[in-house]
T-cell receptor, first 112, second 114 residues
Framework: DQQVKQNSPSLSVQEGRISILNCDYT??????FLWYKKYPAEGPTFLIS?????DKNEDGRFTVFLNKSAKHLSLHIVPSQPGDSAVYFC???????????FGKGTRLSVIA | NAGVMQNPRHLVRRRGQEARLRCSPM?????VYWYRQLPEEGLKFMVY????????ESGMPKERFSAEFPKEGPSILRIQQVVRGDSAAYFC????????????FGAGTRLSVL
């Protein structure tokens, strides 16, 4: 069973527009969520995180929104740049004491 | 470069051989995690170690796989008698003790079993 789901395998966005990547989870015990970006032949790079006590966290062009009642989070990138083209993974954990549970990833392509 | 270092980057083994994957955590990090990624899949947790201790090995296959993080030296993920299904990318991550949620990843070792 997949506890963290990223239902869109891929997404194409024009440069300068907003990219919205979505993630759903089933385990109500998850209380910390992270987004990682991964380029080919590299390891995942930590991007941004959010605790369940918040519903929004912003860092520059990246904003993560959390809707606990819907068990849904999203990553907004605005404006999108060609260098943002990568696979984005959503991950979740319980109270910092359990391993990260990853989604399968969404491949973002930002077209110039 | 004080990042997580993994070696080798690529490893080719024949069925039945042993594979040893190494991971040096970021400077100051005492917690190490191993994940496996199969093609078109997300990363799946395997094992979590601190120096000289295995904290959580719930994701490790019961046979042929072992991990260690000795007092001195890198963490080692060891796969004995490899089979074709072991072919995958193996990623190591490390974290600070006080921020275990935020894990920093190495570039991975791509294991190919012929």
């Amino acid at each position: 069973d997949q506890q963290v789901k990223q239902n869109s395998p891929s997404l194409s966005v024009q440069e300068g527009r907003i990219s919205i990547l979505n993630c759903d989870y089933t385990n109500s015990m998850f209380d910390y969520f992270l987004w990682y970006k991964k380029y080919p032949a590299e390891g995942p790079t930590f991007l941004i995180s959010i605790s369940s006590i918040k519903d929004k966290n912003e860092d520059g062009r990246f904003t993560v929104f959390l809707n606990k009642s819907a068990k849904h989070l999203s990553l907004h990138i605005v404006p999108s740049q060609p260098g943002d083209s990568a696979v984005y993974f959503c991950a979740a954990s319980e109270s910092g004491n359990t391993p990260l549970v990853f989604g399968k990833g969404t491949r973002l392509s930002v077209i110039a | 470069n004080a990042g997580v270092m993994q070696n080798p980057r690529h490893l080719v083994r024949r069925r039945g051989q042993e594979a040893r994957l190494r991971c040096s955590p970021m400077k100051g990090h005492s917690h190490v995690y191993w994940y496996r990624q199969l093609p078109e899949e997300g990363l799946k947790f395997m094992v979590y170690l601190q120096k000289e201790n295995i904290i959580d090995e719930s994701g490790m296959p019961k046979e042929r796989f072992s991990a260690e993080f000795p007092k001195e030296g890198p963490s080692i993920l060891r796969i004995q008698q490899v089979v074709r299904g072991d072919s995958a990318a193996y990623f190591c991550a490390s974290s600070l003790a006080q921020a275990k949620n935020i894990q920093y990843f190495g570039a991975g070792t791509r294991l190919s079993v012929l």
